[in-house]
């Protein structure tokens, strides 16, 4: 029987017909670790971009910690001050109290001795000094009986009453707590976020790596999909000569599940709202500074917080969502909310 080498070479096909064939069938695979190549090197471009990404987060959280502890070392010297002025003025008034009893205690003690000493004289020199012996007693009468009060000691309620709650409501005026964070990694790269993570610029494009959350069309995405529940959030939209702010999410429609997006923007000097599917309307408002963003997982309301008009309220059958924006000019900011402490 013939070997599979000879049937092989017994083969009419030429050679440079199989050669031929041999370079079609091997070319995927070079295709395959071209891409892999390229792969690895985003993937190296990515592993020295999480080098930075830590060494930036390190700095900023050092300088946010750093900031509380000041605060505290602050805190700390004005509470110490405090206790120390209370001590000094309650130890000298103890100082003038005890003065005064001295001053008390010498007059009786001249008083009492020198009535003593009439007592002990002759019965014809007592009648003679008696009525001025009794005029000097009624003359010093009896002080008051010295006491210590409440208010004359440390009000230790004062400085230690609820003392880390208070000293955490002082530090209220100091941090900011924000309804909306962006992340990073879903900016686009010309977008810049400020070192809180609450407010947007157009600025010169970053070199960062592509994932899968990243967009190029010139939006970030908030840090958190929503799910459930009603939430809200305010942006300052300034000055910038575009912008846009609303949601991306998971609709239903019919059988099929969409991502979808809706927003109000600015363009042009016209104010528009967006809803898919490519659903324009214009927006009849002027000089639009700040706006407030309502969902409610059936509704999605923005408003003028100036006026407190509501501008557009889109209904739709949202299941997940994430917050968005978006410029090309001045920043976009995230208004901080009031914080509210029941008790």
């Given at each position: 029987?013939?070997?599979?080498?000879?049937?092989?070479l017994?083969?009419?096909?030429?050679?440079?017909?199989?050669?031929?064939?041999?370079?079609?069938?091997?070319?995927?695979?070079q295709?395959?670790?071209?891409v892999?190549?390229?792969?690895?090197?985003?993937?190296?471009?990515?592993?020295?971009?999480?080098?930075?990404?830590t060494?930036?987060?390190?700095?900023?959280?050092?300088?946010?910690?750093?900031?509380?502890?000041?605060?505290?070392?602050?805190?700390?010297?004005?509470?110490?001050?405090?206790?120390?002025?209370e001590?000094?003025?309650?130890?000298?008034?103890?100082?003038?109290?005890?003065?005064?009893?001295?001053?008390?205690?010498?007059?009786?003690?001249?008083?009492?001795?020198?009535?003593?000493?009439?007592?002990?004289?002759?019965?014809?020199?007592?009648?003679?000094?008696?009525?001025?012996?009794?005029?000097?007693?009624?003359?010093c009468?009896?002080?008051?009986?010295?006491?210590?009060k409440?208010?004359?000691l440390?009000d230790?309620?004062?400085?230690?009453?609820?003392?880390?709650?208070?000293?955490?409501?002082n530090?209220?005026?100091?941090?900011?707590?924000?309804?909306?964070?962006?992340?990073?990694?879903?900016?686009?790269?010309?977008?810049?976020?400020?070192?809180?993570?609450?407010?947007?610029?157009?600025?010169?494009?970053?070199?960062?790596?592509?994932?899968?959350?990243?967009?190029?069309?010139?939006?970030?995405?908030?840090?958190?999909?929503?799910?459930?529940?009603t939430?809200?959030?305010?942006?300052?939209?300034?000055?910038?000569?575009f912008?846009?702010?609303?949601v991306f999410?998971?609709?239903?429609?019919?059988?099929?599940?969409?991502?979808?997006?809706?927003?109000?923007?600015?363009?042009?000097?016209?104010?528009?709202?967006?809803?898919?599917?490519?659903?324009?309307?214009?927006?009849?408002?002027?000089?639009?500074?700040?706006?407030?963003?309502?969902?409610?997982?059936?509704?999605?309301?923005?408003?003028?917080l100036?006026?407190?008009?509501?501008?557009?309220?889109?209904?739709?059958?949202?299941?997940?969502?994430?917050?968005?924006?978006?410029?090309?000019?001045?920043?976009?900011?995230?208004?901080?909310?009031s914080?509210?402490?029941?008790?």
């Amino acid at each position: 029987m013939a070997s599979r080498l000879e049937q092989d070479l017994s083969c009419p096909i030429p050679a440079s017909d199989l050669r031929e064939q041999l370079r079609r069938n091997i070319k995927p695979l070079q295709d395959k670790l071209k891409v892999l190549d390229e792969s690895r090197a985003q993937f190296d471009e990515a592993a020295a971009h999480i080098s930075l990404q830590t060494k930036q987060t390190q700095t900023q959280i050092r300088a946010e910690f750093e900031k509380l502890h000041q605060f505290l070392r602050d805190e700390e010297e004005s509470r110490m001050k405090a206790l120390r002025e209370e001590e000094e003025q309650k130890i000298q008034n103890m100082k003038d109290k005890m003065a005064a009893m001295s001053k008390d205690m010498e007059a009786l003690s001249k008083t009492i001795s020198e009535t003593e000493e009439q007592l002990r004289a002759a019965d014809a020199s007592f009648l003679l000094q008696y009525k001025t012996a009794e005029e000097r007693l009624q003359r010093c009468p009896l002080v008051e009986e010295p006491e210590i009060k409440q208010l004359d000691l440390i009000d230790q309620v004062k400085h230690l009453g609820n003392l880390g709650f208070n000293i955490w409501m002082n530090m209220k005026k100091l941090v900011q707590f924000f309804p909306l964070v962006l992340d990073p990694n879903t900016a686009a790269p010309d977008l810049i976020l400020s070192e809180d993570l609450t407010s947007g610029r157009k600025g010169e494009k970053q070199k960062v790596p592509k994932n899968s959350g990243r967009n190029n069309d010139g939006f970030v995405c908030g840090s958190e999909w929503f799910f459930s529940g009603t939430h809200s959030w305010e942006v300052e939209v300034g000055a910038s000569k575009f912008w846009a702010v609303g949601v991306f999410g998971e609709v239903q429609r019919e059988a099929d599940t969409e991502y979808e997006g809706w927003f109000i923007c600015f363009t042009d000097g016209k104010y528009s709202a967006f809803s898919p599917p490519d659903k324009v309307k214009r927006l009849s408002v002027k000089n639009l500074q700040r706006v407030r963003v309502k969902l409610d997982f059936d509704t999605l309301t923005f408003t003028d917080l100036d006026t407190n008009t509501v501008l557009h309220t889109f209904t739709d059958s949202f299941t997940e969502i994430v917050p968005l924006l978006r410029t090309s000019g001045s920043p976009l900011k995230i208004s901080p909310k009031s914080i509210t402490v029941t008790v």
